[in-house]
T-cell receptor, first 116, second 113 residues
């Protein structure tokens, strides 16, 4: 049972445009969400996170939006740059339920390609 | 990068042989994790540790064991490797107990023939 879903395996976006990556979750106990970026032959790197008490978090070109009623989050990258080409994973945890023992559940990833 | 290194970075072994992967961290992180990454599955948790000698199973723990005898080292052992354990293995550590953000090592590519 995939509790965190990234339904788009790949996405291509023109350089300078907005990239929107989507993620859906089914577990209503999830209350903390993260995005990671992964380049080939490297480990995932943390990008941005959001707590369920917020609906938006912004860090430079990256913004994460959370819609709790729809159990949906999205990552916006504006403007997109060639260096953003990577695989993006969303992840979720249930902090209040598993306090002291938090684990992350990851989606399957979306490969983003920025076209120059 | 949370000071995490993994060794070896690449390994090829044969079915039935034991394999141990090492994760080493230099920043005194309490929580450490082992994941495997496979196409179509993303990152799946194998085992994790919440302190020296304190470990627990993740969602895909069958065929794997772990040990943590000191804070800086977290070992993943495949007692008898199978071809289904061919994968890329990532170690992670949680730096700040007030968040769930985990920081990952560079990975170990394991091929079981």
């Amino acid at each position: 049972d995939q509790q965190v879903k990234q339904n788009s395996p790949s996405l291509s976006v023109q350089e300078g445009r907005i990239s929107i990556l989507n993620c859906d979750y089914t577990n209503s106990m999830f209350d903390y969400f993260l995005w990671y970026k992964k380049y080939p032959a490297e480990g995932p790197t943390f990008l941005i996170s959001i707590s369920s008490i917020k609906d938006k978090n912004e860090d430079g070109r990256f913004t994460v939006f959370l819609n709790k009623s729809a159990k949906h989050l999205s990552l916006h990258i504006v403007p997109s740059q060639p260096g953003d080409s990577a695989v993006y994973f969303c992840a979720a945890s249930a902090r209040m339920t598993n306090f002291g023992n938090e684990k992350l559940t990851f989606g399957t990833g979306t490969r983003l390609t920025i076209i120059p | 990068d949370a000071g995490i290194t993994q060794s070896p970075r690449h390994k090829v072994t044969e079915t039935g042989t034991p394999v141990t992967l090492r994760c080493h961290q230099t920043e005194n992180h309490r929580y450490m994790y082992w994941y495997r990454q496979d196409p179509g599955h993303g990152l799946r948790l194998i085992h994790y540790s919440y302190g020296v000698k304190d470990t627990d199973k993740g969602e895909v723990s069958d065929g794997y064991s772990v040990s943590r005898s000191k804070t800086e080292d977290f070992l993943l052992t495949l007692e008898s490797a199978t071809s289904s354990q061919t994968s890329v293995y990532f170690c992670a550590a949680r730096r700040d107990p007030s968040t769930d953000t985990q920081y990952f090592g560079p990975g170990t590519r394991l091929t079981v023939l």
